[in-house]
């Protein structure tokens, strides 16, 4: 068997943006090339398999998921039909990689979860910047008490996108709003630091408390903050925005210092060393810690997806199903607050 025979098949559904993202890091991968690609339009997805050397390219979604020589699949849907594929995927005995929100309810995320089980393949939600070393690195600074006690995690990720009525960032049958497409990043950090501090791979809060400032047309949540109370006692302050940039950093404080993550999702997308940042009390100045990956933070995610399928094992460690699910239920808790208060009309996007 050739070294490529022996790769993990990926097949792709959808040929948008993060398709694209991703078709990219596994042409670097030693662990995966893509088996096949599926658009609605097969027009589309002929011209991405050209693009990327795809052997295969499918005008469905279905012919895909019916592929023999398919055994993994990549789901960059909207989403709102990633419970759907990831579903069918399953039940054709497909392992699943899929973007996140890995759905968009915790009751449709514990209903994939339990056919994941039920067909022993492996499931994780796209969060690729748990499967990168610099997160690992702070996890490790946490551990070892680098920082003292942690009491605080402070997390955002918020960009100024123009309000288009028909994009899938406005519309809310689409999982528009900052908290369906990018609040479960932060709330996914403050999590696994919670976690960490206790020695576990992650932590769910036991309160949390959330607002929004809703769009007048769309009603799409604009811009959302939330206080989130762990059983440990650390605090949580987390914020996510489609129409409001932000710092879309990391903050973790600690009794004898605090560090800064500046680029804790999108990190070292063009492989240049990523930074870590410790303050201590009565230091003139932070200790710089430099992460310099061999890959870039989409093949990382891939590569430790493929490991997992290799050894046999039924999740991914980096990004376990209850984490998934525990998210989920963050983010649920978040959306419903936010909109059970007086919903705050915008005048101005």
């Not at 514990?110 to 796209?126: C, L, P, Q, R």
């Not at 070393?133 to 008490?145: A, D, K, M, N, S």
């Not at 100024?160 to 519309?171: E, I, K, Q, Y």
């Not at 997308?269 to 870590?276: C, D, G, K």
Request: hydrophobic content about 45%; charged content about 20%; some cysteine.
């Amino acid at each position: 068997m050739s070294d490529d025979d022996s790769r993990l098949r990926w097949g792709i559904l959808s040929t948008g943006r993060i398709a694209v993202v991703f078709a990219k890091a596994l042409e670097s991968s030693k662990t995966g090339r893509v088996a096949a690609v599926a658009s609605r339009d097969r027009h589309k997805a002929e011209e991405f398999a050209a693009a990327f050397d795809i052997p295969d390219f499918y005008g469905s979604y279905e012919e895909l998921i019916d592929d023999p020589t398919v055994q993994a699949v990549y789901i960059a849907t909207p989403h709102p039909q990633h419970a759907e594929w990831a579903l069918r995927a399953i039940r054709a005995g497909k392992h699943v990689l899929c973007e996140k929100p890995l759905t968009m309810t915790y009751e449709d995320t514990a209903g994939i979860i339990t056919e994941a089980k039920s067909w022993g393949v492996v499931v994780m939600e796209a969060y690729m910047y748990r499967c990168h070393p610099q997160t690992q690195r702070v996890l490790e600074l946490i551990r070892r008490g680098s920082i003292g006690k942690v009491g605080l995690v402070h997390a955002t990720f918020g960009f100024d996108a123009p309000f288009s009525p028909g994009g899938r960032l406005w519309n809310k049958a689409l999982g528009g709003g900052g908290i369906l497409d990018v609040g479960g990043y932060p709330v996914s950090w403050a999590r696994l630091v919670a976690g960490a501090v206790e020695g576990l791979p992650f932590l769910d809060p036991v309160e949390v408390h959330g607002s929004a400032v809703f769009h007048p047309e769309s009603g799409v949540d604009v811009q959302a903050v939330a206080s989130l109370v762990f059983p440990n006692g650390m605090l949580g302050q987390v914020s996510c925005a489609i129409g409001l940039g932000q710092e879309n950093a990391v903050r973790i404080y600690g009794s004898e210092g605090w560090l800064w993550i500046p680029s804790p999702y999108i990190v070292n997308r063009h492989l240049e060393p990523s930074r870590i940042f410790v303050f201590k009390p009565g230091a003139t100045k932070p200790e710089e810690i430099a992460i310099t990956p061999d890959r870039s933070l989409y093949t990382y995610e891939a590569d430790a997806f493929a490991a997992a399928v290799r050894a046999g094992e039924r999740e991914v460690s980096a990004m376990p199903l209850d984490d998934s699910l525990g998210n989920a239920a963050v983010l649920d808790q978040w959306l419903a607050e936010a909109r059970s208060r007086v919903e705050r009309k915008l005048t101005v996007i």
